[in-house]
Every structure is written in C-alpha cells, then in structure tokens.
C-alpha cells in the first residue's frame, strides 16, 4: 500500500522540529566507531558513474541534474541516516531506522509518497540483490501519483544505468560493498534522481536489508539461493522544490559540520 | 603519465601533485595529509609501532571525510631488496600498483629539489628519522581529481643513522624486524570536505607553515 505524506506540516514546524533534531545530535558523544565511521559515511561523486556512493547507499543522478541539487540529495541523504542511525543504532532496529530517515527526508523539505517496510517475497529460487534493489525502486516509482510521469520514467532509467555502470567500477563497487556487509547479513540503498526544467528534484529511493547465516563475499551481482537469505524492503519516490529545502538547509549543514569537527577534535585529541 | 606540477614535503611525506589540481585542491589534501600524521604521531608515539601508526593516520583521515578506494596492503609482496635507498624501494613498490607516479626521471628532480632547500631536507628528515634508528617514509600523489596515492616504509634499524637519510643505502641485514609497508588511494572531496576545512585550519594552526614546505 503506498502511503502519502499524512502529515504536511507547516515551514515553521519542520524548522524547529530539525532544530530540535540538532539538539538531539550534538548531544551525542563522539564514539570511537562513529568517528572511524564518519568518513567511510560520506558521498563522492564518481564521474564515470555519475552517481555517488554514500556508505551504504548509492544514488545515481540524472544528467539534468546541477552540481547544487546532488548536493541537496546528499546533504539531505547524509542528514537523514546520520539521525536515524543514533536514534536507533540496534541491528533488530531497522524498520524504526527507515522510518526514522524518511521523517527527516520530510522535514527536509522532500515531499515522499512511500511504501511500508515489508518482507520481500522472491518469486523465483535464485534472485540478485542488485535486481531486488531494482524492483523495489521500480515499484516505488510506478505507485508514485501526482508526479510527472516523464520524471518518473527518468528514474527507473538511471537507476538500471547506475547498477549496470557500477558493474564496471570495481573500486566504487569494493567501497559501496564494504560498507553494506556486516556479519549476519547487511543492507544497502538504492536510489535515483532527476531535476525538471523548473529546478524541482525528483528521488525515488530502495532500502534492502538482508540477512543471511552464510555471508558471501559479494553481495551485488551474484546469485544467492532464495531459501538462504530473509529479505526485507521499503521504497520511495519524492519530490523537493529548493525553497523548501533552503530554509533547512542552514541547520542541516551546521548540523552536518559540527558532527564532523567533534569527530576531527576528537581524534586530534581535543575535548569536545 | 602522471603531470607533475609541484612537490611539497608534508611533515614525513613527499607529495607530487598533478599540475591539474586547483589552488584549493592542494590546500585541502596537504591539509589532510598534514593532520592525519599530526593525529598518528601523538596517538601512537612510540616509532616501532609501524602498524598501530599506520592505521591511526589513515582513520584520522578517513575522519577528515576522506575515502578509501583500494587499501592493497596485503596484494603487495614485498621482498626486502639486498640493498635499497628509501626512494628505490618506494619507487618499485609503486610499480605494481601506482606505476606513473614515480619513475628514475622525478627520482632525480626530487634528490636535487631537496638538496637545495635546506628547511624541506630539514623537516623531512626529522620526521622520516625516529629516534635515530626507526625510518618512517611516506611517498605519494594527489591527482587532478584530489585523489591521494601513498606509501608508508617503516622499519627500524641496528645503528644510529647519521646524514641524509634520503641518499643512505640502507642493507636487509641492518634491518630489525619487518619492513611495513603500507599503501592506499583516497579521495578528498572538496564537496564533502567543506564540512573539515574550518576545524583542520583551526587544530593544525602554526603547524600548517612549519610542516607543509613547497620544493618547486
């Protein structure tokens, strides 16, 4: 069942509800692991891609898109995982992960049509994660209404060109792959983006959690038995106009900065 | 082949960067390069520890918002060479992995380049020389696109070494221990570093001057 924004909530509302998210942030203690963490965490853009690998999350850009609206899906991205991975940290905490980012993704200025955190039935013995992520973002985009279906149409399209290309890259592959593996299994974000003539973004997103007694060494284009390995899902498609994120965006880069410096202080050997 | 437009020694590093990389690029990868040893050495003071060393310096810049793309540590077989100079050896473990960085040509640019700039030399030496008998040399790049590729050379000594260490020759029998040796490629991103630039500035102060020294 896909699921609209229940609760639009006014400009205001979003700015102080982030603020209150920042208070939340700062304070966090800087833990060993989250300061290790903080780089491996962070976007690059891979030219040959044109996409960037976000820890455990890889978002494929349209070639419409402007430097400033990636930075906006990054930063939003980044934002986004970096509350709801302290608000819930827990392996068994997932679903409440997922939900946590998508009601920052809101206050973020994206207005989401998504579906709910489901177990993924495979209709076949062997399936690919790479193909699930697929499906997944693939069926977020066809229940997503009341957008421009051109714009959706684009999605689906960058999103298979991005795995295919990602194929190709075996560095970012190595680096996406690192960090989407842990011991019983792991989980990872699929997703792409488009801007229209007016500047408006358009991102639909897959999360895939799996979880598997016998963790192979790749995770992305290789076959796994279906009887192997439990998988559960949730999608998205969304829609940002820049003024909705602008008035965020200074709490969200200060928030983003200081969780960066405390880390940097931290390791340097500075109280924080 | 790897255009070349400045070398700058950074504390116990050598940087050859790409002629192709901005202002601010430079800047941002110096920087980085400067406060992950700054943060290495002071967790990890004691120079024997090659490995403890080498992972401090590459989590403090994994923190600097730095990514790992290839950490090919263990792919290098390394066999002592019977006799090496700290240059050779850094140049023919590059050849495996990173060959256009390094070849005979810049080894001699660089030799000459230090040779006259008596505060680089200076500043070199005494962080590649720990307690007169542990070396810990570091050689890399940083492309057009703020990609950094570096080697680490660590390994200790029997006799105090007097002189430049750069031109000593050093034996596999005057070795103690192992030779560590540690590489990786990494990418600064100027997008992503912009969350750092202000807190690296500020924590690495003074030492920005005293430790990043231009040789061209």
């Not at chain 1, 978002?59 to 995982?81: E, L, P």
Request: proline share 3%; net charge negative; with cysteine.
């Amino acid at each position: 069942m896909t699921e609209l924004n229940k609760d639009v909530i006014s400009a205001v509302e979003r700015f102080s509800l982030i603020a209150q998210t920042n208070e939340f942030i700062a304070a966090q203690p800087v833990l060993r692991s989250r300061s290790a963490r903080v780089g491996s965490s962070l976007p690059i853009d891979k030219d040959e891609l044109n996409a960037a690998i976000m820890g455990s999350g890889i978002a494929g850009f349209d070639a419409s898109m402007s430097k400033r609206s990636k930075r906006i899906v990054k930063n939003t991205y980044m934002y986004a995982d970096l509350v709801a991975l302290l608000k819930y940290p827990a392996p068994n905490q997932k679903e409440q992960r997922y939900n946590e980012f998508m009601r920052l993704m809101k206050l973020a200025g994206w207005f989401a049509f998504s579906q709910p955190y489901n177990r993924y039935t495979a209709t076949s013995q062997k399936l690919t994660m790479d193909n699930v992520a697929l499906s997944v973002l693939h069926t977020a985009v066809g229940a997503a209404v009341g957008q421009g279906q051109a714009a959706l149409k684009v999605l689906s399209t960058v999103a298979d060109a991005t795995m295919d290309a990602l194929k190709n890259e075996p560095q970012a592959l190595t680096l996406f792959e690192n960090n989407s593996k842990k011991a019983e299994g792991g989980n990872f974000c699929m997703s792409a983006a488009s801007q229209d003539d007016e500047g408006g973004i358009t991102l639909a997103i897959a999360a895939v959690q799996y979880l598997a007694s016998a963790q192979p060494t790749k995770v992305l284009f290789v076959e796994w038995a279906t009887s192997a390995v439990e998988i559960y899902n949730a999608g998205a498609t969304m829609h940002m106009d820049e003024e909705d994120y602008a008035m965020v965006e200074p709490l969200i880069v200060k928030a983003l900065t200081e969780q960066r410096e405390k880390a940097l202080s931290y390791e340097f050997g500075q109280s924080v | 082949m790897f255009a070349i437009s400045k070398v700058f020694v950074c504390a116990g590093a050598l940087v050859l960067v790409s002629k192709e990389l901005s202002a601010s690029g430079i800047d941002d990868s110096l920087d980085a390069l400067l406060y992950s040893q700054t943060v290495a050495s002071h967790k990890v003071p004691d120079a024997v520890e090659h490995e403890a060393w080498n992972d401090a310096n590459k989590t403090a810049l994994k923190v600097t918002g730095a990514l790992f793309f290839d950490d090919p540590v263990i792919s290098l077989p390394v066999t002592t060479p019977d006799t090496f100079t700290l240059l050779e050896l850094t140049q023919k473990l590059l050849q495996g992995w990173a060959p256009a960085v390094l070849n005979q040509q810049v080894i001699s640019n660089l030799t000459s380049q230090l040779g006259s700039n008596g505060a680089a030399l200076e500043l070199l030496q005494r962080n590649i020389l720990q307690e007169g008998k542990s070396i810990r040399f570091m050689l890399g790049s940083v492309s057009a696109e703020s990609t950094i590729t570096m080697v680490v050379i660590s390994f200790a000594v029997k006799e105090p070494i007097p002189g430049n260490v750069l031109e000593r020759r050093f034996n596999a029998e005057q070795i103690v221990g192992n030779l560590a040796v540690d590489c990786y490629k990494a990418l600064i991103d100027a997008d992503d570093y912009c969350f750092s630039r202000a807190r690296i500035l500020a924590l690495l102060g003074e030492r920005r001057e005293k430790q990043i020294i231009a040789l061209t």
